[in-house]
């Protein structure tokens, strides 16, 4: 199989930050991220594994590791909350200018969706995010976003389940909404798995639809 090409943006001999594709699997498999990882060092066999991951439709930050010591290191600060992602996202209607989300998830795994519960149960989990809406635009609204749990598809089902679904989401939104989801993952902060540096990264999304709406807005975070 043919990989794609993959943007690296840092890479020592114990991480590598790069920019995922929308519509690459963030796991170890044919045409994942991993095997892009390594075509993009020149390293076929080498040592490279996924500790966070996004879901295939969403583009943006990640960062692997290359070696089992560091990613045993950089999974106990996803564990810790000592690992800090932070998202933008478009989304229809108008949110509050800030505000949190706390909300109890249901995972359906056969219809491989995610609810809003209305009491505990089995498979339900609690979910937290907060948001800061940075632009408004004829409907849609940007916001930038920051988990404070990591659930499947926990920013999709918070937003959607109050009618502020996003941009190109068509499980949880529009059907007829042209463009692709508008989620991106935008900025990582950790601390290096083996000096302990604090390390921070961040890259915009490219101006394609719905993005290109707010492209002053975009332009001041790079």
Request: hydrophobic fraction near 35%; proline fraction near 7%; glycine fraction near 8%.
């Amino acid at each position: 199989m043919e990989t794609k090409p993959i943007q690296l943006l840092y890479t020592d001999k114990r991480i590598a930050v790069c920019v995922k594709p929308a519509g690459v699997l963030s796991t170890d498999e044919p045409g994942g991220v991993p095997e892009l990882v390594r075509a993009a060092l020149g390293q076929p066999e080498g040592c490279v594994k996924t500790v966070h991951r996004l879901d295939r439709v969403v583009g943006g930050l990640m960062v692997l590791a290359r070696s089992s010591r560091a990613a045993s290191e950089l999974g106990k600060q996803v564990q810790d909350n000592r690992f800090h992602k932070e998202y933008l996202a478009v989304v229809h209607g108008s949110p509050a200018m800030e505000g949190q989300m706390e909300d109890l998830l249901c995972r359906d795994r056969q219809e491989r969706k995610t609810y809003v519960a209305t009491e505990p149960g089995k498979d339900v989990r609690p979910a937290s995010l907060s948001y800061r809406v940075l632009g408004r635009d004829n409907g849609l609204s940007l916001v930038s976003i920051w988990l404070h749990t990591g659930r499947t598809h926990q920013i999709r089902c918070q937003f959607a389940s109050r009618s502020l679904p996003l941009g190109g989401d068509r499980k949880y939104g529009r059907a007829d909404d042209d463009c692709d989801i508008a989620l991106w993952s935008y900025k990582l902060s950790f601390h290096h798995p083996e000096t302990g540096e604090p390390m921070s990264f961040a890259c915009t999304p490219p101006p394609v639809c719905p993005w290109d709406k707010f492209e002053e807005k975009l332009e001041g975070l790079s």
